[in-house]
């Protein structure tokens, strides 16, 4: 099966949930609404055309543990909640300063600095919310928002926005070796971009009421997968179409980041005769890299053939992890 069959199944299922999310309604009522303008940025900012590829990991993983959709939904729409609030943050004028995000103007450009930094804030509790909200049993809505909130915190997703920040400024020359860059730029993508695939993931087995054994495989999984997913991200930077760059979130060629087929080249040493980077050998060995990724990906979901739940199949989550490798935007 085609990994857009399955996408385009979840797409319609998780953005009629994530719109129904965006009530705000407090039960305490009164004075406790959510102000038109912020709700309007919110949705506008949540219910952009994105690929919901955090969304559907939640729901995978649910089922590949022989859990329900209708159970895994909260997961779903929390992490996206998370996801979203990170896009609007990232795209001010104080991180990257993007006026494009998902082919529409950014949330700054279209509400104002101020309200867009407040929609970021108001979803990042909001998916908290959403949990406590909508998962019905106390422990398993406990156990996901402490991995929801591990994974979007300080040494997660913001510390990874943190470092990624800093590496703006810094080139291979400052580390031991190109080797020791390649560590912590992988290191700033483990976090970056990483933890929340990895929360996602996670979330979904949660969900399923299955043991720590599974739970850790799937981390495991997303893990690995992520990684595969920013090495592919880069190499796109450098070989898609200006059509495929188009409908792409960013490049980060050419704004001073270090990318993965840079680094690739650099720890090959391969130059060309001015003695500059081959970024062409660097995209070769940073394809080969994803690749491996990806193997450790399918070989982390090997515990879940030892899961005797009719229904359940891990046969989606395969299918993503190829797509990671073949995807063009
Ligand atoms: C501001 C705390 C904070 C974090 C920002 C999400 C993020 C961290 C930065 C976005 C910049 C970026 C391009 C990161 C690389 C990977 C990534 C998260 C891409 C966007 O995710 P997709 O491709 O986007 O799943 P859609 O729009 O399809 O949801």
Do not use: C, M, Y
């Given at each position: 099966m085609m990994v857009s069959n399955f996408l385009d199944e979840y797409r319609p299922l998780i953005e009629q949930s994530l719109s129904d999310a965006c009530?705000?309604?407090?039960?305490?009522?009164g004075a406790m609404k959510c102000p038109d303008k912020l709700r309007e940025a919110i949705r506008y900012a949540l219910l952009?055309?994105?690929?919901?590829l955090r969304p559907s990991l939640v729901l995978m993983s649910a089922q590949a543990c022989g859990g329900t959709i209708a159970n895994a939904m909260p997961g779903a729409i929390a992490v996206e909640m998370i996801h979203a609030y990170s896009l609007i943050h990232d795209d001010l004028p104080a991180m990257d300063?993007?006026?494009?995000?998902r082919g529409r103007p950014t949330t700054h450009i279209q509400f104002g600095e101020a309200t867009a930094i407040l929609a970021g804030d108001a979803l990042q509790a909001e998916a908290f919310a959403h949990l406590y909200r909508c998962v019905g049993d106390r422990i398993q809505a406990a156990h996901m928002i402490g991995e929801l909130a591990q994974a979007a915190g300080a040494s997660g997703l913001v510390g990874g926005q943190e470092d990624d920040l800093a590496a703006?400024?810094?080139?291979?020359?400052?580390?031991?070796?190109p080797r020791a860059a390649r560590e912590h730029v992988e290191s700033i993508h483990r976090r970056k971009t990483g933890a929340l695939f990895v929360a996602s993931v996670r979330l979904g087995a949660i969900s399923a009421g299955v043991g720590n054994e599974i739970i850790d495989a799937l981390g495991r999984y997303a893990e690995a997968f992520g990684l595969a997913f920013q090495i592919t991200d880069d190499v796109l930077d450098y070989t898609a179409t200006d059509e495929q760059l188009g409908k792409r979130?960013?490049?980060?060629?050419?704004?001073?980041k270090l990318t993965f087929p840079e680094l690739m080249a650099a720890e090959a040493n391969a130059r060309d005769e001015q003695g500059n980077l081959d970024v062409s050998v660097g995209i070769e060995k940073a394809r080969q890299h994803a690749a491996a990724m990806i193997q450790q990906a399918h070989d982390a979901l090997?515990?879940?053939?030892?899961l005797e739940i009719s229904?359940?199949?891990a046969g989606q989550l395969h299918t993503m992890a190829d797509y990671i490798l073949e995807r063009t935007t």
């Open positions: 009530d705000f309604e407090n039960p305490a009522g952009a055309p994105g690929k919901r300063d993007d006026d494009l995000r703006e400024t810094v080139s291979i020359e400052d580390f031991a070796s979130t960013q490049k980060d060629v050419g704004r001073g090997g515990v879940l053939s030892s229904g359940a199949s």
